[in-house]
């Protein structure tokens, strides 16, 4: 047989040793040691470790490379962070943001990331970094899977033009329906915002992504309304909950509540620990919370 590429002497994740893979036809076709066979072309890994491309499954992308403008988050705190990305919105052009997002996705490659998922704020009214990224999507499509998720960043319900503004972006070809439940002005609106939110992907058979409870207030439980609302509407798989930060103050009788409903309605956790142990606690005395999401608890 002749494969059209054959790696030898690879090294597994797994902890195989010397393994040669054969690909054929853009797929892997064999796995195993000492494959006696012909190839188009033949890579010796040396001994290095060979493994699957690795995945950013929560990204800003219309945000990247973009350190300093308008100016730096002084206090490092996540409200503040916001409120800069609304002080540079108006100041975007498509062609930079394009230039940037292109810019990243080299260095993203670079490293072996092959795929991302990346929220796209849908409130500005221009929809300009939408369409850059839906721009840049298609541009990279040879060589990465980006995935994008209507997101709006200043509240559903909060900023004017956001409900009509994310049902644009929906129909422009953003697949992944966004939500930022406790950034609306009430716990209640919050709510109202993850019900609305799931029923948009209902309606049109997409999948959710949402910001849930980024915050160190323990009452803070978004997190259980998107569970009930998977259950309600059968999205059961589709669903993910991004940052969860509040679980790291929640008391752990509640917990022991809300992770098996989570379980039980099929909805996935995605931790960001790199960002949240920078931006969570700050404002705590003594002692710190590290701003971490329950992950062992998830993971058991």
Not at 7 to 23: E, T
Not at 180 to 208: K, N, Q, W, Y
Not at 245 to 270: F, Q, R, W
Request: hydrophobic share 45%; net charge negative.
């Amino acid at each position: 047989m002749t494969f059209d590429l054959l790696v030898r002497n690879a090294n597994l994740p797994d902890g195989r040793s010397g393994v040669d893979i054969a690909v054929a036809q853009g797929r892997i076709v064999a796995i195993e040691p000492r494959i006696e066979a012909e190839a188009g072309r033949v890579v010796d890994a040396e001994g290095h470790l060979v493994a699957p491309p690795f995945v950013d499954v929560h990204f800003h992308m219309d945000a990247t490379l973009s350190l300093g403008r308008p100016r730096l988050n002084e206090s490092g705190t996540l409200l503040e962070g916001i409120a800069l990305w609304g002080e540079l919105k108006p100041l975007l052009t498509a062609d930079a943001a394009v230039e940037r997002a292109l810019r990243y996705c080299d260095l993203a490659v670079a490293q072996g990331l092959l795929a991302i998922r990346s929220h796209v704020d849908v409130c500005d009214d221009r929809l300009l970094a939408v369409d850059a990224l839906l721009d840049v999507k298609r541009r990279v499509a040879p060589y990465l899977d980006l995935q994008l998720v209507a997101f709006p960043q200043d509240g559903y319900y909060r900023s004017p033009g956001a409900v009509a503004n994310l049902e644009r972006a929906l129909d422009r070809g953003v697949e992944v329906v966004g939500g930022i439940p406790h950034f609306e002005r009430t716990m209640a609106d919050g709510a109202a915002s993850v019900r609305a939110l799931c029923e948009v992907a209902a309606r049109r058979g997409l999948r959710v992504d949402m910001h849930c409870d980024e915050t160190d207030d323990p009452l803070s439980r978004h997190i259980e309304t998107l569970a009930a609302e998977t259950l309600r509407l059968g999205l059961g798989g589709r669903v993910a909950g991004s940052h969860l930060t509040s679980m790291h103050s929640m008391d752990n009788y509640y917990v022991s509540k809300l992770m098996p409903l989570m379980a039980e309605t099929g909805v996935s956790a995605i931790a960001n620990p790199l960002i949240n142990i920078s931006i969570k606690g700050r404002h705590d005395a003594y002692p710190k919370r590290r701003g971490m999401t329950r992950i062992p608890e998830l993971r058991a």
